[in-house]
Nanobody, 123 residues
Framework: QVQLVESGGGLVQPGGSLRLSCAAS????????MGWYRQAPGKERELVAA???????NYADSVKGRFTISRDNAKNTVYLQMNSLKPEDTAVYYC?????????????????WGQGTQVTVSS
């Protein structure tokens, strides 16, 4: 199995910055997609930023120019640097990783979610 551990959430004032981390561990063979989603109270979960399988990045329009996704392949870790935070960025942030893991009969696909980390932007 593959486990994801997130860290870095918290309370920050508008205009401030936070950096989220998500480390994947377990019987990983390879990783295709790593991304961040968020869910605000009463709203559906939405994509924030992600690396595609081709290595390019996608960002939600609402965070372009403020958030930056990065990854450390050696550590199977994905980061989300969030700058110029706004109250509307308040949500629980989840990382998502998709790839292949070792299975009994060979590599098999996996898709795992982190436990979520709260980000609150408020004065």
């Amino acid at each position: 199995q593959v486990q994801l551990v997130e860290s870095g959430g918290g309370l920050v004032q508008p205009g401030g910055s936070l950096r989220l981390s998500c480390a994947a561990s377990g019987s990983i063979v390879s990783i295709n997609i790593m991304g961040w989603y968020r869910q605000a109270p009463g709203k559906e979960r939405e994509l924030v930023a992600a690396f595609t399988s081709g290595g390019s990045t996608n960002y939600a329009d609402s965070v372009k120019g403020r958030f930056t996704i990065s990854r450390d392949n050696a550590k199977n870790t994905v980061y989300l640097q969030m700058n110029s935070l706004k109250p509307e960025d308040t949500a629980v942030y989840y990382c998502n990783v998709d790839g292949f893991r070792r299975g009994i009969f060979g590599p098999t696909t996996f898709n795992s979610w982190g436990q979520g980390t709260q980000v609150t932007v408020s004065s």
